[in-house]
């Protein structure tokens, strides 16, 4: 009796252990950064976490939002039963939420059921899943990587640039081992837009109002939208991922598919989520813990460098403009002249073609360069055959053809002055020291949230361009014994595009903000030898940017018609003061890293006391690397008065 007591004992004591074994187990999956990561679960501060992905699709489990380990026993109870879902059979039928619900869970998270698979020893049944395996069999993963589009002017989303990721083809390689990249696809996280109104669209992007989707699209639709119709480069970097971890990041793209997240302009954007999957399907990386809260593309491209050997490879496309750019450069004189000439008759240039003088060769260049004239110029009218754009290239193209001559492949080296991972950091901080004759002296700090000006360090970035968000000045002045906000701006962006023979594209500038003006419409506050006030201004201006010298120190100059509103409270008479008037500069390149900008503006004012507002400016800056600067500025403002400024500036970026 005794003894079969105590092997009872013994056998019901083992048992339970072993469930307490499997329950721990199970504990220690659900809490792991690899589960969390492949449902995209968020450490919150002041509550539990939940995942960002808020489509019901992606959970099995009623709470498996917010209860990671309820998800994981409910997504090995389901990967474990075959008859828990239904065999995906055919691909006749596109999937929709209706048959997503009821297909078998293995084949709606493959990388979940395959990352379970390892983590626990175990084999789940065989499932039919078709429409799963004719994406992967589409797509064939050889290799990952991580493509930067180049910044565009042109839009608010893509001011900062834009990320995707980019799924290498296994049947992209010919026999030579050249890989073909437009047989890839591309993985893109976008907002999905749904207002048209300019305010809306900002307060949408900023609060995470907009649904934020992936998408998985052949690479060459990227190619042409951001390539052709923006003429923006692109910088693919090849990452150093494992066969293992290619195939979970191709696993984990399907599973996305059937969610969406809040879209957030500056947080929660295309450049974190991109690094989401990377992370989920390599726990090795901690790539989103990496960059800041506040996180824009270039940060996302740096990050790659902080893990060694991460990028195996660099591949530059450039865009149908820096092409021609490019290619314009070899030409003789004669050659850009006849160029010209075709670019300014279009196709009636072929009706009685003057070209006895050039040799086939010669036509053979001038020819590939006007067709990347017409590819750049009129992206969208050369796909439609009815078109002035489409009859000229098809017009170039035949006698480009009748000089028998292969066109020579393009081949153009990255330019390291362009290489994003190369580039400053976006935050800046500065301490200023400086005086004012009107006001005395100061001591100035102020911190820039992104990401550059014209005078910053130029790796990286465009030229002559300036692109700032939330750039804040706060001041301490000596005489009045009192700390102000000199300048509150919300962005700036300045695009400084130079005309030529060629093209002849509108440079603007735009500004929103406050910022502190020395003034005579302003009233003078009880400590004050001089009026100033802090308004309220939109300042607006377009006009043309031509480049006056080339080379290692080029000059830039610029004109422009400007206007701007602003407000305050403390301007006498009305508070509404509206400017027009002239606005030019230039900006010079002196050296490496050393540049200087001159600027000044005159605007007549209308609802004002003094009729004329009138600024000139000078900068000087030194950048000693990619993190240290200082420059020196001086500034004069004349309405009934006049006030120079001075100063001297420190610069860190980060």
């Known amino acids: 009796m005794i003894p079969a007591l105590l092997f009872l004992y013994a056998f019901g004591g083992t048992h339970g252990a072993t469930a307490a074994t499997a329950d721990e187990r199970l504990h220690t999956i659900a809490s792991g950064k690899a589960w969390l990561r492949l449902l995209h679960y968020e450490n919150r501060w002041l509550s539990a976490d939940r995942s960002e992905a808020e489509g019901k699709l992606f959970f099995l489990a009623p709470n498996g939002r917010d209860e990671p380990l309820a998800e994981l026993q409910a997504d090995l109870k389901a990967f474990r039963d075959p008859n828990s879902g239904l065999a995906d059979l055919s691909t006749e039928k596109p999937l929709d939420e209706e048959i997503i619900l009821k297909l078998h869970p293995l084949c709606r998270f493959p990388a979940r059921a395959r990352y379970l698979e390892k983590e626990l020893g175990e084999t789940f049944p065989k499932v039919a899943c078709a429409h799963l395996e004719q994406f992967l069999r589409i797509l064939s993963p050889h290799s990952v990587s991580l493509v930067f589009s180049s910044f565009f002017l042109g839009g608010p989303s893509s001011t900062f640039g834009h990320t995707l990721l980019r799924i290498n083809n296994q049947r992209a390689m010919d026999q030579s081992g050249r890989h073909h990249e437009l047989l890839d696809f591309g993985v893109n996280f976008a907002a999905r837009v749904t207002v048209d109104n300019p305010l809306l669209y900002a307060i949408y992007g900023l609060t995470g109002l907009f649904p934020g989707e992936f998408t998985n699209v052949p690479y060459y639709y990227k190619v042409r939208e951001y390539h052709d119709f923006e003429s923006r480069d692109l910088w693919s970097y090849d990452l150093n991922l494992t066969p293992e971890e290619v195939i979970a990041v191709t696993n984990h793209v399907w599973e996305l598919s059937s969610t ?5 302009y500056f947080t929660r954007n295309c450049s974190y989520h991109m690094f989401t999957i990377l992370d989920a399907a390599a726990p090795r990386l901690n790539l989103t813990e990496t960059v800041p809260y506040y996180v824009i593309p270039s940060d996302t491209v740096r990050a790659l460098y902080r893990y060694p050997g991460l990028v195996k490879s660099i591949q530059y ?17 004669k050659e850009e002249g006849l160029l010209k000439e075709i670019v300014r008759k279009k196709q009636t240039f072929f009706e009685k073609p003057v070209v006895s003088d050039f040799s086939r060769e010669s036509l053979a260049r001038v020819y590939d360069s006007a067709l990347d004239f017409v590819e750049f110029q009129s992206p969208s009218e050369i796909l439609k055959p009815e078109t002035d754009a489409a ?42 020291t400086g005086y004012t004759d009107l006001r005395g002296g100061f001591k100035q700090l102020s ?20 692109i700032e968000f939330m750039h804040l000045k706060a001041r301490y002045q000596f005489r009045q014994k009192q700390f102000e906000w000199e300048d509150l701006r919300l962005f700036k962006v300045l695009s400084l595009d130079p005309i030529d023979a060629f093209r002849s594209p509108l440079s603007y500038r735009v500004e929103l903000g406050m910022r502190r003006a020395t003034h005579s419409n302003c009233r003078a506050g009880p400590n004050e030898t001089s009026p100033a006030c802090l308004m309220g201004a939109l300042n607006v201006a377009m006009g043309w940017a031509s480049k006056l010298s080339q080379g290692e120190g080029w000059l830039t100059g610029y004109a422009m018609s400007s206007s701007e509103f602003s407000f305050s409270s403390d301007y006498t008479g009305s508070p509404i003061k509206v400017g027009v008037g002239p606005r030019s500069g230039v900006i010079l390149r002196l050296g490496k890293d050393f540049l200087a900008e001159g600027s000044v503006f005159y605007h007549w004012l209308a609802f004002a006391q003094n009729s004329a507002d009138f600024e000139q400016q000078l900068q000087l800056r030194k950048a000693w690397n990619q993190q240290l600067g200082a420059d020196l500025s001086w500034r004069r403002q004349q309405n009934t008065a006049t006030s120079n400024e001075w100063a001297l500036q420190l610069l860190y970026y980060f």
């Open 391 to 432: 009859r000229f290239k098809q017009s170039l193209s035949i006698n480009r053809a009748r000089l028998g001559i292969i066109a020579p492949e393009f081949n153009m080296s990255p330019p390291p002055e362009r290489q994003t991972h190369l580039s400053h950091g976006i935050r800046r901080v500065g301490l200023k």
């Open 317 to 333: 496309r450039p865009s149908a403009l820096t092409q021609f750019t490019e290619r314009k450069k070899d030409l003789s004189p």
């Open 260 to 264: 969406w997240f809040r879209y957030f």
């Open 447 to 466: 911190y820039r949230f992104a990401l550059h000006d014209p005078l910053d360090p130029e790796m990286g970035y465009p030229e002559s361009a300036q």
